[in-house]
């Protein structure tokens, strides 16, 4: 006597879809840990800068921040210390109601700021406002000032009108 042994079906131990939704959730944290380095990754980059008197404005709440400060440079105030490390200056833009003192400690500057004559150097300085008013830079950037002027273009020849019936003109 043979007996029939049915099989019923199996229970699938997975839900429909279920390794799809596996690679979905995979991605999705994939997706979000890229975007955190993206936005971590621009942060230090897209620094704003504040003008002379934005920072005056602020007064005492931009005391002891990581700042960029941009201005003009005060033609004759780049004074450098006698250890050839230290040099102070002043910058200034015209909404400022006093110059800022800078004092920046990293050995050269740009050679830009030494041209004392020139009234347009313009400063981004990276650093720290002090409780006494003055800012510490850890960088300083200048600005190339153009000294050109713009040139006359060159005068345009009609050399169509000139020429008879294809010989050059000239001849």
Do not use: W
């Amino acid at each position: 006597m043979a007996s029939v042994v049915q099989s019923s079906p199996r229970p699938s131990r997975s839900l429909p879809g279920g390794s799809n939704l596996k690679f979905f959730i995979a991605g999705g944290v994939i997706a979000l840990a890229v975007a955190y380095l993206v936005t971590m990754g621009l942060r230090g980059t897209t620094e704003y800068f504040l003008t002379v008197s934005e920072l005056q404005a602020q007064g005492a709440s931009a005391q002891n921040q990581v700042l960029r400060v941009s201005g003009t440079l005060v033609p004759g105030s780049l004074r450098h210390e006698g250890d050839g490390l230290s040099v102070h200056f002043l910058i200034a833009d015209a909404a400022a109601s006093t110059p800022l003192t800078v004092t920046y400690t990293g050995g050269q500057v740009p050679d830009t700021m030494a041209d004392t004559s020139a009234g347009d150097v313009e400063i981004v300085a990276e650093g720290k406002l002090n409780a006494q008013g003055t800012f510490t830079a850890s960088d300083v950037l200048a600005k190339c000032p153009s000294r050109l002027q713009d040139a006359a273009p060159p005068e345009e020849h009609d050399y169509a009108a000139t020429s008879n019936s294809g010989t050059p003109p000239g001849n």
